[in-house]
């Protein structure tokens, strides 16, 4: 949920060694954020399994009940106005005993603090290799190049 340009899934799905049988998707609000996760998944090998949709997590999800093994929401929470709602929606296309992964950055920890420096020097160049593909460049048309 609140997948933006698909990076946490495609982590999730490289990381986790998932086989292409496994599903994955993805969903955001914004259009463009979308089209480029949808091309990436489609054009760099590996992401078969990935499809991204547009969607409003703050509205009815558009998936049936119990729909999921597991709901991702990272980084999202926090910038919602009701978020006992999405959690009641997140609940329900949750199959029972499934498994929810929330997080919310926390900016003023010691991680955070320690991890800016080299950040900063390497221009981001030590997240880099998160996944197979990910250097590649997307045009503004979302069509790998």
């Not at 490289?14 to 086989?19: F, N, Q």
């Not at 955070?112 to 250097?135: E, V």
């Amino acid at each position: 949920m609140g997948c933006a340009y698909g990076n946490h899934l495609f982590m999730l799905n490289s990381m986790l060694a998932k086989d292409q049988t496994v599903s994955l998707c993805g969903m955001d609000l914004f259009d463009g954020s979308v089209d480029f996760a949808q091309s990436f998944a489609r054009q760099v090998t590996g992401f078969e399994n990935c499809t991204f949709q547009v969607g409003d997590i703050g509205a009815t999800l558009p998936f049936e009940d119990a729909a999921f093994d597991a709901v991702n929401i990272a980084d999202v929470i926090e910038h919602l106005e009701r978020p006992n709602r999405v959690l009641a929606e997140i609940h329900r296309v949750l199959r029972p005993g499934g498994t929810l992964v929330l997080s919310t950055p926390l900016r003023t920890t010691i991680f955070k603090s320690l991890a800016k420096p080299p950040n900063r020097t390497t221009a981001g160049r030590l997240y880099r290799q998160n996944y197979p593909g990910k250097a590649r460049h997307v045009a503004a048309r979302a069509n790998p190049s």
